[in-house]
């Protein structure tokens, strides 16, 4: 069984687990570990792949906004404070809490800039589609795109989330607006890639995934993803080379050194 390992933008402590959405060839492979809804490590990884400077600009602007305008906010005694409202949106972990900073926010951002609004949906958004809201994830990143059709980060979000619905097509869509948008990222070109792998479009999956190492050489993700399309394909010597490669760049890819088990390979040269 060969399989991928797209899985985001926190990879260092990658977990293997089984593809939610898989393909098979006439050859038979399974293509492109996504995540297994059992796996607690993937689920908190689970295709978030904004990048961490975009994230970090979001939020320093996000905060900069709301401190500015905290004032015009209306926020009681009795309830949270703005600052707490906003430590609350954009803290990483609890995601029930941030879901519940945001939208606290969001009640009172009617005066506040179309940018910064756009920045609250993205935030919620990012957490809905963590916690497998996807319906949810959808509507927010589709009001922060109507605020601010250029956010990258906006339309990226949502093709994941249209990505873990199964809507392949719409996911494509979203990540090829984000790489039109720009800046260009390998990570975007992996998960557009990913995608087309999971459709069973491995020719384009390669192209992507040659952009992304043209971007990034050592995009480990890229190259493994890049050995399953070729495996499907039927291309064994390619696949290895990919495989080896993306091994060496990091050894903790147990999907790597599975796929070139399967292939009747080990990891020497």
């Keep these: 069984m060969i399989v991928g390992g797209l899985i985001g933008w926190r990879s260092r402590f990658l977990c293997q687990c089984r593809a939610r959405f898989s393909t098979r060839s006439r050859r038979g492979w399974v293509t492109f570990v996504t995540r297994d809804k059992n796996c607690h490590k993937c689920d908190a990884a689970r295709r978030w792949r904004i990048t961490v ?117 719409l996911s494509v869509l979203d990540d090829t607006e984000a790489i039109k948008i720009g800046p260009k990222d390998a990570e975007l070109y992996v998960s557009r ?32 993803n890049r050995g399953a399309a070729y495996a499907n394909k039927g291309d064994k010597q390619q696949a290895i080379a990919d495989f080896r490669q993306a091994l060496a760049l990091d050894p903790s890819l147990e999907a790597a050194a599975r796929n070139l088990k399967a292939l009747g390979a080990g990891a020497a040269q």
């Design 193 to 224: 890639g990913a995608t087309y792998g999971t459709k069973g479009d491995y020719d384009l999956a390669i192209t992507d995934f040659d952009e992304a190492i043209k971007l990034n050489p050592e995009e480990a993700k890229a190259f493994l």
């Design 53 to 169: 400077s975009v994230l970090r600009n979001l939020l320093t602007a996000t905060a900069v906004g709301l401190f500015l305008l905290s004032p015009q906010l209306g926020f009681a005694e009795e309830t949270p404070s703005a600052e707490s409202a906003l430590n609350d949106c954009a803290q990483l972990e609890d995601l029930s809490l941030k879901i519940r900073g945001c939208t606290l926010l969001l009640d009172r951002a009617e005066g506040v800039s179309p940018e910064l609004k756009a920045s609250l949906y993205l935030l919620r958004c990012i957490a809905y589609e963590r916690t497998g809201e996807f319906n949810s994830a959808i509507a927010d990143c589709s009001a922060a795109i109507a605020l601010d059709p250029r956010s990258q980060a906006a339309h990226h979000t949502r093709g994941r989330a249209y990505f873990d619905k199964g809507e392949l097509d």
